[in-house]
T-cell receptor, first 115, second 116 residues
Framework: GAVVSQHPSWVICKSGTSVKIECRSL??????MFWYRQFPKQSLMLMAT?????????EQGVEKDKFLINHASLTLSTLTVTSAHPEDSSFYIC???????????FGDGTRLSIL | AQTVTQSQPEMSVQEAETVTLSCTYD???????LFWYKQPPSRQMILVIR????KQQNATENRFSVNFQKAAKSFSLKISDSQLGDAAMYFC?????????????WGAGTKLIIKP
């Protein structure tokens, strides 16, 4: 149980395009979803916390207009990197929390490469 | 603010031996959770073990166990009978308790190498 699916796993695109990453909880309803960015050989950096039906809460230094988060249902959250540039290239991971006092379960991550 | 410290950037152990990864944290909260996550080269983040602060008994999951010292704010992970598949980055994480929406506070990670 507690499976989180993240898609796509790898995407390469040209500079200036927008990229959408999906995060789905397959067998549970996620009250909260989290979006992380991970640089090579580093820990996870929280970008934003997302709750169904409300605006995401972004961490300091994360541009909300650059990284659009939509949490339309209890099983789906999306991260859209708008007008992506090479510096946005990174590994992005989502996680979903099944309920209060439950651990976060992670998707497999998305490797984003902007040319 | 809460912090999590993993002082060992890299550890190595012989296959079938036991290894302990250290983690310390700082918090003024009394109710919280602690986690160990494993990230293999595939980069999937896998929950290894979790500990509730109000429980005195150390959590165990098969070959994985923790030594939770609340007063010392220490949360080490012991891996017994190490296997090649245990090779990964291991991250210690802290979370405030009782409620949702609380973010995980992460340590910097420890790279575990298993020698065959």
């Amino acid at each position: 149980g507690a499976v989180v699916s993240q898609h796509p796993s790898w995407v390469i695109c040209k500079s200036g395009t927008s990229v959408k990453i999906e995060c789905r909880s397959l067998d549970f309803q996620a009250t909260t979803m989290f979006w992380y960015r991970q640089f090579p050989k580093q820990s996870l950096m929280l970008m934003a916390t997302s709750n169904e039906g409300s605006k995401a809460t972004y961490e300091q230094g994360v541009e909300k207009d650059k990284f659009l988060i939509n949490h339309a249902s209890l099983t789906l959250s999306t991260l859209t990197v708008t007008s992506a540039h090479p510096e946005d290239s990174s590994f992005y991971i989502c996680s979903a929390e099944q309920g209060s006092n439950q651990p976060q379960h992670f998707g497999d991550g998305t490797r984003l490469s902007i040319l | 603010a809460q912090t999590v410290t993993q002082s060992q950037p890299e550890m190595s152990v012989q296959e079938a031996e036991t290894v302990t990864l250290s983690c310390t944290y700082d918090t003024s909260e009394s109710d919280y959770y602690l986690f160990w996550y494993k990230q293999p080269p595939s980069r999937q983040m896998i929950l290894v073990i979790r500990q509730e602060a109000y429980k005195q008994q150390n959590a165990t999951e098969n070959r994985f166990s923790v030594n939770f010292q609340k007063a010392a704010k220490s949360f080490s992970l012991k891996i017994s009978d190490s296997q090649l598949g245990d090779a990964a980055m291991y991250f210690c994480a802290y979370r405030r308790g009782r409620g949702s929406n609380y973010q995980l506070i992460w340590g910097a990670g420890t790279k575990l190498i298993i020698k065959p």
